[in-house]
């Protein structure tokens, strides 16, 4: 069993930069994050391999960075440029190798989320 545990969430304007981290309780194959808006489906934003290769959705890859330090189990997603509709919890997830690294259902732990809002 891996315990992750996010952090960095907060409220910025439009056009600001958050960094979230999520600290891992084991070490994990792959690590990534999602995120839920009100009233919509939980979504990938980014993903991120043992070796540090990434995978990103459209809808971020340019502004969103994500990194991970092994040494330390933890995963990071540093966000520029945000925008109204960046507003979401952000999940962290951890799992173990798989074919479809953006895929909510190929990760087995889940973090408890945290909050972005992003307002104009």
């Known amino acids: 069993q891996v315990q992750l545990t996010e952090s960095g969430g907060g409220s910025v304007q439009v056009g600001g930069s958050l960094r979230l981290s999520c600290v891992a309780s084991?070490?994990?194959?792959?690590m990534a994050w999602f995120r839920q808006a009100p009233g919509k489906e939980r979504e990938a934003v980014a993903s991120?391999?043992?070796?540090?290769?990434?995978s990103y959705a459209a809808s971020v890859s340019g502004r969103f960075t994500i990194s991970r330090d092994n040494a330390k189990n933890t995963l990071y997603l540093q966000m520029i440029s945000l925008q109204a509709e960046d507003t979401a919890i952000y999940y962290c997830?951890?799992?173990?190798?798989?074919?479809?690294?953006?895929?909510?259902?190929?990760?087995?732990?889940w973090g408890q989320g945290t909050q972005v809002t992003v307002s104009s």
């Open positions: 084991g070490s994990t194959y792959y």
């Open positions: 991120c391999r043992r070796d540090g290769l990434p």
């Open positions: 997830a951890a799992g173990s190798w798989t074919w479809e690294p953006l895929a909510a259902k190929r990760y087995e732990y």
